[in-house]
T-cell receptor, first 113, second 117 residues
Framework: DQQVKQNSPSLSVQEGRISILNCDYT??????FLWYKKYPAEGPTFLIS?????DKNEDGRFTVFLNKSAKHLSLHIVPSQPGDSAVYFC????????????FGKGTSLLVTP | GAVVSQHPSWVICKSGTSVKIECRSL??????MFWYRQFPKQSLMLMAT?????????EQGVEKDKFLINHASLTLSTLTVTSAHPEDSSFYIC?????????????FGDGTRLSIL
């Protein structure tokens, strides 16, 4: 049963524009959310996270928004760059020491020049 | 930043062979490490949680005797795929948290691509 869902398998955006990646979750116990970026044949790289006490977290070009009532979060990348082209995974956990992550299936982002 | 190293990166071996994959935290100590498996175009699926000095906790459907996990030190966890068969071919990734406590991200190794002939 997929508790974290990324319903868009792919997204194409022009360089300089905003990329918006979406993620929905079903488990109301999740209280910590993360975005990872992954290139082929490499492990995921941590990008940005947000705890459930916040609704927005910003780090440079990356902003994550959390809407707890809708059980929805999104990652905004502004401006998008060709180097951002990768698969982005949304993950969530019921956090305490040692709890593991539930991942979505990923969204493949292509940023075109 | 926190670095997790995984070795080997690619293994090709015959059916029936046992394969050991190492996961090391290079610049931090990790009491807990995690092992994931990823099939093509699928999500990362948690296989087991590796606890230093104690038995691993396996997710439902993961065979303990098939996937042996040893977390003998605060910087090393190993996953051994015993008597591997073609259906075990997959991408295996480990992760660790550099700090205990809530709201700490996991950092991942680069994964091991296992191909069983």
């Amino acid at each position: 049963d997929q508790q974290v869902k990324q319903n868009s398998p792919s997204l194409s955006v022009q360089e300089g524009r905003i990329s918006i990646l979406n993620c929905d979750y079903t488990n109301s116990m999740f209280d910590y959310f993360l975005w990872y970026k992954k290139y082929p044949a490499e492990g995921p790289t941590f990008l940005i996270s947000i705890s459930s006490i916040k609704d927005k977290n910003e780090d440079g070009r990356f902003t994550v928004f959390l809407n707890k009532s809708a059980k929805h979060l999104s990652l905004h990348i502004v401006p998008s760059q060709p180097g951002d082209s990768a698969v982005y995974f949304c993950a969530a956990s019921v956090d305490g020491s040692g709890y593991a992550l539930n991942f979505g299936k990923g969204t493949s982002l292509l940023v075109t020049p | 930043g926190a670095v997790v190293s995984q070795h080997p990166s690619w293994v090709i071996c015959k059916s029936g062979t046992s394969v050991k994959i190492e996961c090391r935290s290079l610049d931090f100590q990790a009491t807990t490490m995690f092992w994931y498996r990823q099939f093509p175009k699928q999500s990362l699926m948690l296989m087991a949680t590796s606890n230093e000095g104690s038995k691993a906790t396996y997710e439902q459907g993961v065979e303990k005797d098939k996937f042996l996990i040893n977390h003998a030190s605060l910087t090393l966890s190993t996953l051994t795929v015993t008597s591997a068969h073609p259906e075990d071919s997959s991408f295996y990734i480990c992760s660790a948290r550099s700090r205990d406590g809530p709201n700490q991200p996991q950092h991942f190794g680069d994964g091991t691509r296992l191909s069983i002939l």
